[in-house]
């Protein structure tokens, strides 16, 4: 099993390359984890910095002393994955910031659809865009990355066209797509686009407009997932036939 991964904002290692892991994640090191001398961490910003460190030993309930060998830093993947995840009904809409960020996606844009029946505003949209950066924080840790997801401000179907039409390739999952994802030409490097529609699916007149900024209509499979699996499952299925998974 790799070793588990604590988030840091700075890599500032004493002499002789000790570092002290406090706070929140100290005490989860120490408390929860319960990592003792001679174990493995490592340590990351959650932007693509990161440090691998052997735990010397620990003090009181929520400190952690480990050597640290040195930072590298992880190169940006190519072709990078953006999925537009309209905006689902309860919990659901953690449940597939969660799964798309364990499978590897690289950025997910909260989309107010005109048939979402969930509509983020004011400080009721602020506390449920904190929850989606929330788990897509845990999440990267609990599957062992060290660049995890951006999670963007919710956006209109307006700033969704403008996000395709800078794309290197642009999809929406749709039913009604004339070719299957798993057929279409993608490229080798750039940006990937991806929406994801809502329960009630893209109405006619985003469709239009997404198609105008040059995205076209993809089926995923014989079968209808639901809003909050379909990202997981094209994030995958995006993966590995761009050699990302190789």
Same mark, same amino acid.
């Given at each position: 099993? *790799? ?15 000790? &570092? ?18 001679? =174990? ?7 932007? !693509? ?19 640290? *060998?040195?930072?590298?830093? @992880? ?17 659901? !809409?953690?449940?597939? /910031? @969660? ?75 749709? =039913?009604?797509? +004339? ?5 279409? @030409? ?15 699916? /893209? ?14 209509? &993809?089926?995923?499979?014989? *079968? ?7 990202? *997981? +499952? ?13």
């Amino acid at each position: 099993m *790799t070793a588990p991964v604590f988030v840091v904002e700075h890599f500032d290692a004493g002499g002789g390359g000790q &570092y002290v892991l406090d706070g929140p994640e100290g005490r989860h090191a120490v408390s929860v984890k319960r990592l003792r001398a001679g =174990e493995s961490l490592v340590l990351t910003d959650g932007a !693509g910095r990161w440090a691998e460190c052997d735990v010397v030993g620990t003090e009181g309930k929520d400190r952690l002393i480990v050597h640290m *060998t040195g930072v590298a830093e @992880e190169p940006a993947p190519s072709p990078r994955i953006t999925v537009v995840q309209a905006l689902p009904k309860g919990d659901r !809409g953690e449940l597939a /910031v @969660e799964t798309m960020t364990e499978t590897g996606v690289d950025a997910i844009v909260p989309w107010a659809a005109s048939r979402c029946i969930t509509q983020w505003k004011g400080d009721r949209g602020l506390k449920a865009l904190g929850k989606w950066r929330a788990t897509a924080r845990e999440a990267g840790k609990q599957s062992r990355r060290v660049r995890f997801p951006e999670v963007a401000d919710a956006a209109t179907s307006k700033q969704v066209a403008a996000l395709l039409a800078n794309a290197d390739f642009a999809a929406v999952l749709h =039913e009604s797509g +004339a070719e299957t994802l798993a057929t279409a @030409e993608l490229p080798a490097e750039g940006e990937i686009v991806l929406v994801v529609g809502p329960e009630g699916g /893209v109405s006619p007149e985003e469709l239009a407009l997404f198609e105008e900024a040059g995205a076209k209509a &993809y089926r995923l499979g014989p *079968t209808v997932l639901r809003t909050s699996t379909a990202g *997981t +499952a094209a994030t995958a299925l995006l993966l590995g036939r761009s050699g990302r998974w190789s």
